[in-house]
C-alpha cells in the first residue's frame, strides 16, 4: 500500500465517530424538551382549563393589566365590568391572564 492510501483510511469517520459526534446535539434536544417545552405544555394546559372555568363574578386580570369582574362567558369571548362606574369591556378568553376569585374544589 501506498501512503495515501494509508492516510485516507486512517481519516475516514468510523460508526463511533458520528455517534460520539452526535451525543451533545441529542443532549440539547433532551434538555430542551424537559426543562422548556415540557413545563411550557403543562403551563398552557393549567390556562386554558383556568379559562375554561371562569365563572360569573370571578375577579380576572387580562394580559394588559385590566382587573375586572366577569358579568359573562361565551364561547371565545369574556365581558368584564371594570372600574366603579361598571364599564363593560368584551375580550377575547385568551386576554385572561390570571382568575384571583379562590373556588373550593
Known sequence: ?????????????????MVIT??????????FYFFIIRPQRKQDKKDAQMRNELEIGDEVVTNGGIVGIVFSVKDDTVVIETGSDRAKIRVMKWAIA?????HDE
Request: charged residues 5%; without cysteine; aromatic residues 6%.
Open 98 to 102: 390570571k382568575n384571583l376569585t379562590v
Open 22 to 31: 452526535f451525543i451533545p446535539l441529542v443532549l440539547i434536544i433532551v434538555f
Open 1 to 17: 500500500m501506498n501512503l495515501s492510501a494509508v492516510m485516507a483510511a486512517s481519516q475516514s469517520p468510523s460508526g463511533m465517530d
